[in-house]
């Protein structure tokens, strides 16, 4: 490709509204233009990035048995209303009519669709496994759509979907697809986490997350370095910090604490480490009847130690809670309490409430909880002896940096990442609402086993850059930069020697299959250096009257400090090597 061909478009300033540095700088590389919000138009530069992705995806996927098809991006609201999801998701599925006052969906996402796919195609166990996957646009309504390509409305992803005759079968299909991904972000260059994730309201264990490393990261990976255990934050299991419950040492008193609300403040006016105080959390849980009106509220209270977060996922996997919760509200409190918020604890409550522990409070002596009382804490407080054992002791809280790994083999780390491909064991659950069948050997009609399995691709190329910048601009890895190798005359118009020398080594990097760019626009060289570092380009060739007359040409690296000064007769096996190093 010539420069002079091609449209580059580079910006010396991001526009106002621009957040992040992803969006910052596809802005200013010329790879994006924005439409609306969450909307954009991928312009040429960016699209060659986008194509490089699809690509590697493909490959991949296609030599994981995977097969490619493409499903509309308009869905009829039928089929979503088989699985429910009609009325279950919000705002976030456009939903429109056509001429007929018909209901359609902008595709958020293909379940619905495959699986009436596998319903008429599937007949018998002999056709299975099969996996289905598709690279299409995606519509979320997003209520607040920002960080450019990485939390947009339209965008491009990979969705994938397995069916097997078993459960067993599925597990196969899922590690395939695990490992299909692994190559995948291999191939792409970036720096990536397998984490494993939540799999919420489904249910099972076989859910991972895969992360791009980056310090912009919106999710906190928890991984021990010692060790391949890896989970997002959500899932990250917190073992008790104590070896063994405390015993009583001290007796139970109640100490005021004027205007202490919050566990720090009591901490540091009792002189006690935030670690002996225990933090008190009140949820609700409701029974309906069969017109929805509730018949019973049942009050909740959850303890986790002072310096610890309350984890909602957990929390919503503990029995009685599964269902659903809710914060209790100000009103529940009083009633059960008998105290404003602040001043909580388990000890002297008006009503009964289902008590639950974090796995290290369950362990803890001695400590700091709410009197129930305004301006009152207790202290000195031990399970046992001043109040009954915990009802319920479960992981309740987020992970630490330092906390021991739940394998035993080390302590937790934390690092940040984007998330930007998720595998997950999807069982029966759209097989069933659906009744997708398929003959088994014994003749009898079986539900699917069913996987789904989603990558990104725009938002690759936004983590990508996120994880791979520098003051200058973007540094692209090889596989999904927009061009490999930038040759830079400097003098084009005035030089023949330079036009000629440039000419000659494009065509050997053409010929040998670098995807090379020309830059024919007779631009000054701080312009030209200025662009191309600013979009990318991870290899810069410079040819100039001078160096030839010297003998050498400059090759410069993007994330190099120096260029290297090589013979016109030897930057061709040069730049060719580095590109496939």
Known sequence: MRASQFHISTLKEAPSDAEVISQKLMLRAGMIRK??????????????????????????LNRAGAIELVMPLVQPAELWQETGRWDKMGPELLRLKDRHERDFALQPTSEEVVTDIARQEL???????????????????????RFGVMRGREFVMKDGYSFDRDEAAAGVSYDRM?????????????TYRAVAADTGAIGGDRSHEFQVIADTGEDALVYCPTSDYAANIELAEAVSLLPGRVSPTAA?????????????DVAGLLGLPLAQTVKSLVLATEETDEAGRVVKTTVWLLLVRGDHELNEVKAGKV?????????????????????????????????????????????MG??????????????GVNWGRDLPEPELVADLRNVVEGDPSPDGKGVLAIQRGIEVGHVFYLGTKYSKAMNATFLAEDGKPRHFEMGCYGIGVTRIVGAAIEQNNDERGIIWPNAI????????PVGWSKSEAVRAEAEKLYEALLAAGIDVILDDRDERPGVMFADWELIGVPHRVTIGDRGLKDGVVEYQGRRDTEASK???????????????G
Do not use: W
């Open 252 to 264: 139970l008193e109640k100490a005021p604490t004027p205007g202490k609300e919050r566990c720090e």
């Open 566 to 580: 090589l013979a016109p007769a030897d930057i061709a096996a040069h730049v060719i090597a580095r590109c496939r």
């Open 123 to 145: 007949k018998s166990y002999r056709q299975l496994p099969k996996n289905f996957y598709q690279i299409q646009t995606k519509f979320r309504d997003e209520r607040r759509p």
């Open 366 to 379: 001695n400590f700091v909880c709410g009197a129930n009382e305004a301006d009152f804490h207790y202290t």
């Open 35 to 60: 439409v609306a919000a969450g909307i954009y138009n991928y312009m040429p530069m960016g699209l060659r990035s986008i194509r490089k992705v699809e690509a590697i995806i493909r490959e991949e």
């Open 481 to 488: 930069a927009p061009f490999e190798v930038v040759l830079c």
């Open 178 to 190: 695990y490992a299909a991904y692994g190559r995948i972000f291999e191939r792409l260059g970036l």
């Open 319 to 363: 029995e009685g809670l599964k269902a659903g919760f809710r914060f209790a509200t100000e009103a529940e409190i009083l009633e059960h309490f008998g105290c404003k918020p602040g001043y909580l604890g388990p000890i002297g409550l008006k009503k009964p409430v289902r008590i639950v522990a974090d796995r290290t409070v369950a362990d």
